[in-house]
């Protein structure tokens, strides 16, 4: 199908489908005439990162995670030797992702907490001797 109707399945505009493309996040096959031409395997595949995108992984977190499921082979074995096996990989990505969401939201709701003390003082006392001047 078109990128047109590609995109239209997935729920995303044309741009955006190149856009992903450009990122890594999707190959489109070309036909002779060199238009994209994708399948309904891509549509899935573009609802899925559009998805992931949508829960607040970022563009580099999503082609990871995609390189980290192609790369699983059909049966994946799970490693004994201690060290992170593919499968882990994914779920070691969103624990990244988890972790610096939980940093940001703590470090803004500081910078609230601060701007709440000084509203209730210096700045309210600027507001009230601004208001009287008239």
């Not at 309904?40 to 607040?56: I, K, N, P, Q, S």
């Not at 201690?82 to 070691?92: A, D, I, K, Q, W």
């Not at 709701?109 to 700045?123: H, K």
Request: aromatic fraction near 2%; proline fraction near 5%; hydrophobic fraction near 35%.
């Amino acid at each position: 199908m078109r990128i047109g109707d590609a995109a239209a399945a997935a729920g995303l505009t044309p741009r955006a489908l190149r856009y992903y493309e450009q990122r890594g996040l999707l190959t489109a096959r070309r036909t002779p005439s060199g238009h994209r031409d994708y399948t309904a395997e891509d549509v899935r595949h573009l609802r899925a990162v559009r998805e992931l995108l949508t829960a607040g992984l970022t563009i580099e977190d999503v082609r990871a995670l995609v390189a980290a499921i192609e790369a699983l082979p059909a049966a994946a074995e799970p490693r004994t030797d201690g060290e992170p096996g593919l499968c882990t990989l994914p779920n070691m990505i969103v624990r990244r992702r988890l972790t610096y969401l939980d940093e940001r939201i703590e470090r803004l709701t500081e910078l609230r907490d601060g701007l709440t003390q000084r509203v209730g003082g210096p700045l309210r006392d600027l507001g009230r001797d601004l208001g009287s001047t008239g």
